[in-house]
């Protein structure tokens, strides 16, 4: 089993900056890769960006050259650095750990930007 909690959601303007993170806990070793989804209302559940143990990243179109997915090791956490935010960017965002017997998922935390 594997726990993520999220956090650093919020409300921001648009132009504005945001830090999400995830802090895994549970079976650390079984994790493959990592990675942040989101879902606005009404709207399907989307790839955000995710990344693998080997070092692979993948960031969907709409996110790339404004948000930067990374990770601490040391702390068991990832992060998502969100600049240069727009209101399309409003969602719900939800940290994924990806493994050998399943996919888990945390909480989820609210992202409002204002125009």
């Known amino acids: 089993q594997v726990q993520l909690v999220e956090s650093g959601g919020g409300l921001v303007q648009a132009g504005g900056s945001l830090r999400l993170s995830c802090a895994a806990s549970?079976?650390?070793?079984?994790?493959?890769?990592m990675g942040w989804y989101r879902q606005a209302t009404g709207k399907q559940r989307e790839l955000v960006a995710d990344f693998t143990n080997v070092g692979d990243t993948a960031y969907a179109d709409y996110v790339k050259g404004r948000f930067t997915i990374s990770r601490d090791n040391g702390k068991n956490t990832a992060y998502l650095q969100m600049n240069s935010m727009k209101p399309e960017d409003t969602a719900v965002y939800y940290c994924t750990a990806a493994t050998r017997v399943g996919r888990y998922w945390g909480q989820g935390t609210q992202v409002t930007v204002s125009s």
């Open positions: 549970g079976s650390i070793f079984s994790i493959n890769g």
